[in-house]
């Protein structure tokens, strides 16, 4: 069966210390992979997404960025934290027309 | 743009009443419209509509899609404080490869 795990759960960070989110894939092959982040109270913002490997997608013009070095593993990076990054980022993935199976997420705290 | 509105933003009920929340769309290409649940971590599925006026239901939640209006609707009877979360509603495209849209989401309060 298709499991999804997302790293670390929770983490708090410095202003202008870099990220690294991780989100990888079991039990299935070339998947679709996202990362949205949902601020408090609000709904999913989509970050990136990727169809294939080395294929990445930017919705929102920030300072993250997203790559896709192996078929089911999915990073989030940022070299430079800022406290607008602070939120809820989930992984996600999907297959086909199938819904998302969304990771358990990772609450970032920038201080 | 494509657009997906949910309301009520939030709602508090007591345990046993029955709730409706409300998703409206307004996209292209539209494929099917989803009902996923949040408590505190990772959403979780619950109902995939795609052909209007056929009623998905598990338990006691239901939710029907009227593609004519472009909304949806997501029933909950005889609700339970672990009813209380986080709904969202979002779009699928044609393209399997189209990112969903979510709403902003419902944020239910079940209070016994």
């Known amino acids: 069966s298709q499991t999804i795990h997302q790293w670390p759960a929770t983490l708090v960070q410095p202003v202008g210390s870099p990220l690294s989110l991780e989100c990888t894939v079991e039990?299935?092959?070339?998947?679709?992979l996202y990362w949205y982040r949902q601020a408090a109270g609000r709904g999913l913002q989509l970050l990136f997404y990727?169809?294939?490997?080395?294929?990445i997608s930017s919705e929102v013009p920030q300072n993250l960025s997203a790559s896709r070095p192996q078929d089911r593993q999915f990073i989030l990076s940022s070299k430079k934290l800022l406290l607008s990054d602070s939120g809820f980022y989930l992984c996600?993935?999907?297959?086909?027309?199938?819904?998302?199976?969304f990771g358990s997420g990772t609450r970032l705290t920038v201080v | 743009e494509d657009k997906v509105v949910q309301s009520p933003l939030s709602l508090v009920v007591h345990e046993g009443d029955t709730v409706t929340l409300n998703c409206s769309y307004e996209v292209t290409n539209f494929r099917s419209l989803l009902w996923y649940k949040q408590e505190k971590k990772a959403p979780t599925f619950l109902f995939m509509l795609t052909s209007s006026g056929i009623e998905k239901k598990s338990g006691r939640l239901s939710s029907i899609l009227d593609k004519k209006e472009l909304f949806s609707i997501l029933n909950i009877t005889a609700t339970q404080t672990g009813d209380s979360a986080i709904y969202l509603c979002?779009?699928?495209?044609?393209?399997?490869?189209?990112?969903?849209?979510f709403g902003k989401g419902t944020r239910l309060s079940v209070i016994a």
């Open positions: 990727s169809v294939g490997i080395g294929q």
């Open positions: 996600a993935w999907s297959e086909g027309l199938g819904g998302y199976t």
């Open positions: 039990g299935t092959s070339n998947p679709n």
């Open positions: 979002a779009v699928a495209f044609l393209s399997g490869n189209t990112p969903l849209v």
